[in-house]
Structures are given as structure tokens and as C-alpha cells.
């Protein structure tokens, strides 16, 4: 089953931060998280794997709640390249399948 | 070149017509995937190949046909689609196993592909 994303879009300032939920209605194994500019490729952010566990890169971190199903996706002091489609992939333990994505467009 | 790419990148074709996508890695990868992503949906798995046996079919109509020739090369043929096949099919490649989770997914930019 689909995860489901929250919010669908969302608009920022330069310098602002912004979030991103992924949850599910069943138990999760993982996380993932991709990014998607328009016109090119999904690219790879990072994956958790264990419950409770949080990565980072730049000024772009994660969460994973595994006992809420749920991950976050923390993008702070946003900058012009975030901009793109934030999906989030889930494994249930029978298949991985990906949200419906998050729109986010940071203006300068 | 590295990494997954796709050609060709734009294909405009008609319900009558026969095409193929083509996409290969340079990623020394042994799995890989056939994602269709159409407007305002989500990512959907379409076909895993895992050391060129095919290991997922998601239900795919076989209008759709797929052909992994090697680790490296993945097809996608297409004969007497229907106008909402029209979308941006997604190539991708991971280190190989089970579709699961641990799989760090690499992707093509895709085709996109208009049935009229």
C-alpha cells in the first residue's frame, strides 16, 4: 500500500526550512528518500533503516518512527536548488512502493 | 558514461505504431527496473529484472514487453499502446536482489513517451 505524503506542496523563501512527512498505514522495514528536479532524474538522498534512526547531509536530515510508521524529511535554511519533487519510498516487509511525492519551490 | 541512461528521451507514436525504449548502466549493477510515472501519480513499478531473470511483472498489460539481454541492458517494447500510456517511463538499476527496501535505486531521466 501507498505511503501517504504530507503536504502535497509547499512554497518557501530562500534561508527557510521546511518539512515532509512520509507515513504509512503498515509496519515499516525502511525508508527512503529521493528528489526529482523537473525534466531530470530521481536522485538518491538517503535511506534509514532502523527505527529511530536519523541521517543527514548538508542541511538536509531525516527521521524514521519506526512505532508511528512514519518518516520526516528536514530541509533547513532552504536553498534555490532544493527545489523539486520529494518522494519517499517505504518497504513493508512484501514490496517497496513509493508516495505520490511533495512539491517544493523555494524563491529567492 | 556513467550511470543509467535512457534513449531515446522523447518518442511520439501511435496506437498502431511498434517502438522501444532502450536504457543501459555503467554501474556494474545486476538489477533492473521499468517505473512508469504519469502526471499527479506516484511511481509505479512496472517490471524487476535481477542478473536478467525477470523477478517482478506488477500487472502490466502485455502491450508492454520487456527484454534483459544482459545486466547492463534493459528494453521496453511497446506495440498498439493506448493514449493513457502516455507518461515518463523511468529506467533504474541497483546492486541487485530482492526489490526490497535495501536497495538504493539509480535513476535514468527517462523517456517520455506521447501515444496519439
Known amino acids: 500500500q501507498q505511503p501517504v505524503q504530507s503536504p502535497q506542496a509547499v512554497i518557501l523563501r530562500e534561508g527557510e526550512d521546511a518539512v515532509i512527512n512520509c507515513s504509512s498505514s503498515?509496519?515499516?522495514?525502511?525508508v527512503h528518500w529521493y528528489r526529482q528536479k523537473h525534466g531530470e532524474a530521481p536522485v538518491f538522498l538517503m535511506i534509514?533503516?532502523?527505527?529511530?534512526e536519523q541521517k543527514g547531509h548538508d542541511k538536509i536530515s531525516a527521521s524514521f518512527n519506526e512505532k508511528k510508521q512514519q518518516s520526516s524529511l528536514y530541509l533547513t535554511a532552504s536553498q534555490l536548488s532544493y527545489s523539486g519533487t520529494y518522494f519517499c519510498?517505504?518497504?513493508?516487509?512484501?514490496?517497496?512502493?513509493f508516495g505520490p511525492g511533495t512539491r517544493l519551490s523555494v524563491l529567492p | 558514461e556513467t550511470g543509467v541512461t535512457q534513449t531515446p528521451r522523447h518518442l511520439v507514436m501511435g496506437m498502431t505504431n511498434k517502438k522501444s525504449l532502450k536504457c543501459e548502466q555503467h554501474?556494474?549493477?545486476?538489477?533492473m527496473y521499468w517505473y512508469k510515472q504519469s502526471a499527479k501519480k506516484p511511481l509505479e513499478l512496472m517490471f524487476v529484472?535481477?542478473?536478467?531473470?525477470?523477478?517482478e511483472n506488477n500487472s502490466v498489460p502485455s502491450r508492454f514487453s520487456p527484454e534483459c539481454p544482459n545486466s547492463s541492458h534493459l528494453f521496453l517494447h511497446l506495440h498498439t499502446l493506448q493514449p493513457e500510456d502516455s507518461a515518463l517511463y523511468l529506467c533504474?538499476?541497483?546492486?541487485?536482489?530482492?526489490?526490497?527496501?535495501?536497495?538504493?535505486?539509480?535513476f535514468g531521466a527517462g523517456s517520455r513517451l506521447t501515444v496519439l
Open positions: 533504474a538499476s541497483s546492486q541487485g536482489g530482492r526489490h526490497s527496501g535495501a536497495n538504493v535505486l539509480t
Open positions: 503498515k509496519a515499516l522495514y525502511s
Open positions: 534509514l533503516l532502523k527505527g529511530g
Open positions: 519510498g517505504t518497504e513493508n516487509g512484501q514490496n517497496f512502493v
Open positions: 554501474l556494474g549493477h545486476n538489477a
Open positions: 529484472y535481477n542478473f536478467k531473470e525477470q523477478t
